[in-house]
């Protein structure tokens, strides 16, 4: 069974910036693909970014220029550094996990984190 527990959320104005942390544990953590998706008030969840074992990545048009996915694989960790943040990326961040890329990248991956808050203020 494949842990994910998420970290550096927080309040920050617009402008600013912030890194998120996804710790994963329970897997060979260099062979599964990761990713990030957020759900904002009142919006559905969507992808922000996600990287294959291979650490190729993938943006939300949103993002790119902004923010960058990275993964280190002795730490079984992923992060999300997040730089000129805007109100509108205000939303819950959840990592999520599965050995196929594909699903990370669709929202349907099997392992899933419990989300951290990430607020912009404007």
């Known amino acids: 069974q494949v842990q994910l527990v998420e970290s550096g959320g927080g309040l920050v104005q617009a402008g600013g910036s912030l890194r998120l942390s996804c710790a994963a544990s329970g897997t060979i953590f260099s062979i599964i693909a990761m990713g990030w998706h957020r759900q904002g008030p009142g919006k559905q969840r969507e992808l922000v970014a996600a990287?294959?074992?291979?650490?190729?990545?993938n943006y939300a048009d949103s993002v790119k220029g902004r923010f960058i996915i990275s993964r280190d694989n002795a730490k079984n960790t992923v992060y999300l550094q997040m730089n000129n943040l805007k109100p509108e990326d205000t939303a819950v961040y959840y990592c999520?996990?599965?050995?196929?890329?594909?699903?990370?990248?669709?929202?349907?991956?099997?392992?899933w984190g419990q989300g951290t808050q990430v607020t912009v203020s404007s």
């Open positions: 999520a996990a599965d050995y196929d890329h594909g699903t990370v990248v669709r929202g349907t991956g099997r392992y």
């Open positions: 990287i294959t074992s291979g650490g190729s990545t």
